[in-house]
């Protein structure tokens, strides 16, 4: 268990956590990377300069913060260890099928599925967390800012996926 500056107690189930939503970072990042490099077809230019582009450097952008928020809260390297991270975020990628082998509609279905579960899984963590009483404000902010993004790009991927 961890203890920091405010005095919330971190237990090992909140570092897996956090961990996870990393790993789910990751995941997302490399899907929808892939997704800007086969798009193709008549919607290949939006998809491909507008569409993935913005989703998978948001998301870049993004896992620098959650790897930087783990290591602040825990002061355990181990929680920012590349070859973990890149373990669990494969579990996850191997639970949907890489947009190489889809149609340009089915990449924008299939991330809109990863978009909605990576929501669920944030919003289930967050709810865990504060039950628990382990939430510290800084991560909260950090988790709902993330939702937002998402639901932002669950809106996007709705409009592409119809």
């Not at 783990?70 to 099928?97: D, H, W």
């Not at 991560?139 to 996926?161: F, K």
Request: glycine fraction near 8%.
């Amino acid at each position: 268990m961890y203890e920091y500056a405010n005095g919330t107690r971190l237990d090992d189930k909140s570092i897996d956590l956090m961990v996870d939503r990393v790993a789910w970072l990751r995941a997302l990042h490399q899907w929808f990377h892939g997704a800007h490099h086969v798009v193709r077809g008549t919607p290949y230019s939006g998809d491909h300069g507008i569409l993935y582009d913005r989703i998978y450097t948001g998301i870049q952008d993004e896992v620098d913060g959650a790897i930087e928020k783990v290591l602040g809260l825990t002061g355990s390297e181990q929680t920012a260890c590349p070859k973990m991270l890149a373990a669990r975020a494969l579990r996850i990628l191997n639970r949907y099928p890489s947009p190489s082998d889809l149609t340009p509609l089915q990449i924008a279905q299939t991330g809109l599925m990863m978009e909605k579960e990576y929501l669920d899984y944030i919003t289930s963590m967050f709810y865990d967390m504060e039950t628990r009483g382990v939430l510290p404000l800084g991560l909260n902010d950090q988790i709902a800012a993330s939702a937002n993004t998402h639901e932002t790009y669950v809106y996007l991927l709705q409009q592409r996926a119809q």
